[in-house]
């Protein structure tokens, strides 16, 4: 995806849910030569869905880069650490940026 390319994933793995959820490329059942030839097939011959799923392939990895995601660990760190010390803990002053 953040080769601004359509994936094919199986329903199995753990980026299925998010293939789906934004529309950024085909999903089918694991272990079937034919799924995943038709899958193919219909991305070279389908020009516009090909497109389509490219664009949000593209927008989809940069929501998900490991950037993002680490500063997303922070703020839920930082947020657990501001209830603790809202009910008498001692980590006030932790910043970790």
């Keep these: 995806m953040s080769m601004k390319l359509p994936v094919i994933v199986t329903n199995v793995c753990g980026i299925s849910p998010i293939v789906e959820k934004s529309n950024s490329g085909i999903v089918i059942k694991p ?12 991305l070279f011959y389908d020009r516009k869905l090909r497109e389509k799923l490219s664009k949000n392939a593209e927008r989809t990895a940069k929501k998900y880069n490991w950037e993002l995601i680490a500063k997303r660990y922070v703020e839920v760190y930082e947020g657990a650490l501001k209830v603790k010390s809202q009910k008498g803990g001692t980590n006030q002053n932790i910043n970790f940026q």
Excluded: F, P, T, V
């Excluded at 272990?31 to 219909?42: F, G, P, Q, T, V």
């Design 31 to 42: 272990e079937n030569s034919e799924l995943i030839a038709n899958a193919i097939k219909r």
